[in-house]
């Protein structure tokens, strides 16, 4: 039987504070627990709503629905839930380009860009201080898992981009197109924040600003971050 004492862990874990104390993050799903479980990342706890899912997830310890209901943060929980370790959060891997986010806040756009970096095969994430935690459960549910394959540092911007030689493009309304751009091998993009785009500190650090341009009505003011990442991401790879 599930305890109260770790029901109420994994509730306290919907919270940054406490994810941060535990060092410890809740998914839910079956495929987001396979993911991570086939990256090698530790369990804490694994639970399910089913002796049939069980049978998939060995270790898993039955619960009541009423109890996964207490513990998710879905409306409709799925059925499976798992609390991992955080992993350590360092850059492991040499990596030709590197996406920097200046305090992206929606947890959606997040999720997206962490499946958009494992899908163009970028291996690392820099994030400031003020993004989003990549630890938000609506963040880990967006990710489908791709959290597992990228590495993601939370730092100081100014102090990580003043330590590179790699040339820095930013994204910006009035860059250059990317559509004409030779871009390099190895290198980094910036993406801003939704409302207010590259902070003017980060901006100091820009080497070189491009832009995706417009085509359709002028009144569109400008791309969703996530959307305007998987363009510049595509034309990177191209």
């Given at each position: ?31 987001v ?24 997830f060995?270790?898993?310890?039955v ?27 360092e ?63 939370y ?7 003043l ?57 569109t ?18």
């Amino acid at each position: 039987m599930v305890t109260k004492n770790q029901i109420k862990l994994v509730v306290n874990l919907k919270q940054k504070k406490y994810r941060s104390q535990h060092g410890l993050f809740v998914v839910e799903g079956e495929k987001v627990v396979r993911e991570l479980l086939a990256a090698k990342l530790k369990v804490h706890g694994l639970y399910v709503d089913s002796t049939e899912k069980s049978e998939i997830f060995p270790d898993a310890e039955v619960v009541g629905a009423s109890q996964l209901k207490q513990m998710s943060s879905l409306k409709q929980p799925n059925g499976v839930l798992g609390v991992f370790r955080m992993p350590t959060a360092e850059m492991k891997t040499e990596s030709d380009w590197v996406l920097v986010l200046d305090a992206v806040r929606d947890p959606g756009n997040l999720g997206t860009i962490v499946r958009l970096c494992d899908w163009f095969n970028i291996k690392q994430l820099v994030c400031s201080l003020d993004t989003v935690d990549c630890y938000n459960p609506k963040v880990l549910q967006a990710t489908m898992g791709s959290i597992a394959r990228v590495q993601i540092l939370y730092t100081d911007l100014k102090t990580y981009l003043l330590d590179t030689e790699r040339p820095i493009f930013g994204a910006f309304m009035d860059g250059a197109s990317v559509y004409t751009e030779m871009l390099p091998k190895k290198g980094i993009l910036v993406m801003g924040n939704e409302a207010n785009g590259i902070s003017e500190a980060v901006e100091g650090f820009i080497t070189k600003r491009i832009a995706i341009p417009q085509f359709g009505n002028q009144s569109t003011e400008s791309l969703n971050v996530a959307t305007a990442t998987a363009i510049l991401l595509s034309e990177i790879r191209r």
